[in-house]
Every structure is written in C-alpha cells, then in structure tokens.
Nanobody
Framework: VQLAESGGDLVQPGGSLTLSCTAS????????MSWFRQAPGKEREFVAT????????HYAEDVEGRFTISRDNNKNVVSLQMNSLEPEDTAMYLC?????????WGQGTQVTVSS
C-alpha cells in the first residue's frame, strides 16, 4: 500500500488550498479513505472521511462547512478542498486507509496558514 499526499503550501488566512492523495497497492474502490492532521506538539486528529463509493462523508466539527473531501475512483485519488483557512489549520496533513491488512498512512503534506 502506498499513499502519496501533495498540494501542501503556505497560504494566507482566509485562503484556499486543495490537497491530493494518490493511492496504490490495494483495491481503492473497496475502501473508505480519510484525512488526518497533526500540528507540532499536538496529537494526530481526524479531519474528514469518505466512503468507498464516495456517497457518504463525515467531517470534524471544526472543519465542517469549510473543507470538502472527494474521491476519483478512476484515478485512485482522494482530495481535500480547504476553504477559509485559519492559522489553527496549520499542520501536517496525512491520508489514511484501513484495509484488512491493517492501517496505512502517507508521509503527509505540510499546510501552513500565516500572513
């Protein structure tokens, strides 16, 4: 299983950013996918999840209405559209999947929200 995140950047407060996670090594269409984040000195926290078919999503309370998770099952990509970014969103963002073989994580992509 390989998960490769991309799209992280430095962005000003109020700005937008889209993260992508390209997956391989497992049947992508069979599993839900999730995004987590971890800020320096803090525990990893859940951000958003999407079902295998893409029809069901769930968000952490503090990103609800600002972030949108989506997936392209033809390209094995799960994305996270982030709007109205706040300094508190600064973190390493990681893509994750739980398969019958275990939990898998990408290396992460850094998002920094600062003026």
């Amino acid at each position: 299983v390989q998960l490769a995140e991309s799209g992280g950047d430095l962005v000003q407060p109020g700005g937008s950013l889209t993260l992508s996670c390209t997956a391989s090594g497992f049947p992508f269409t069979a599993y839900g996918m999730s995004w987590f984040r971890q800020a320096p000195g803090k525990e990893r926290e859940f951000v958003a999840t999407i079902s295998a078919g893409g029809g069901s999503t769930h968000y952490a309370e503090d990103v609800e209405g600002r972030f949108t998770i989506s997936r392209d099952n033809n390209k094995n990509v799960v994305s996270l559209q982030m709007n109205s970014l706040e300094p508190e969103d600064t973190a390493m963002y990681l893509c994750s999947v739980v398969t019958r073989e275990g939990d898998f994580w990408g290396q992460g992509t850094q998002v920094t929200v600062s003026s």
